[in-house]
Nanobody, 123 residues
Framework: QVHLAESGGGSVQVGGSLRLSCAAS?????MAWFRRAPGKEREGVAA???????TYANFAKGRFTISKENGKATLYLQMNSLKPEDTAMYYC????????????????????WGQGTQVTVSS
């Protein structure tokens, strides 16, 4: 069993930045960030594998950076140039195995989830 705890959400104005953190209770092979906006389906944001390789959703490329501090089993998501459409609940997820890159932003693969942290971007 892996426990995940997100932090770092909050309210920010358009163009601002936030850094989300996710503390894991143990090391995992693949970790990712997902988000769910009001009235929308959950979508993958970014994923990172134990070897450091990353996968990003198109909307996240160039603005968001996923990273992992292995010594602390902590996952981060640095979000810059935030837009109102980035407003959502952000969730950390993990799985204990490798999955092909094209599947890393699909929620069905992930066995462990955090409770989420709210991000609100206002204009």
């Amino acid at each position: 069993q892996v426990h995940l705890a997100e932090s770092g959400g909050g309210s920010v104005q358009v163009g601002g930045s936030l850094r989300l953190s996710c503390a894991a209770s143990s090391y995992t092979y693949t970790m990712a960030w997902f988000r769910r906006a009001p009235g929308k389906e959950r979508e993958g944001v970014a994923a990172i594998v134990i070897d450091g390789s990353t996968t990003y959703a198109n909307f996240a490329k160039g603005r968001f950076t996923i990273s992992k501090e292995n010594g602390k089993a902590t996952l981060y998501l640095q979000m810059n140039s935030l837009k109102p459409e980035d407003t959502a609940m952000y969730y950390c997820a993990a799985l204990m195995s490798w999955v092909q890159p094209e599947y890393r932003l699909e929620a069905a693969w992930y066995a462990y989830w955090g409770q989420g942290t709210q991000v609100t971007v206002s204009s």
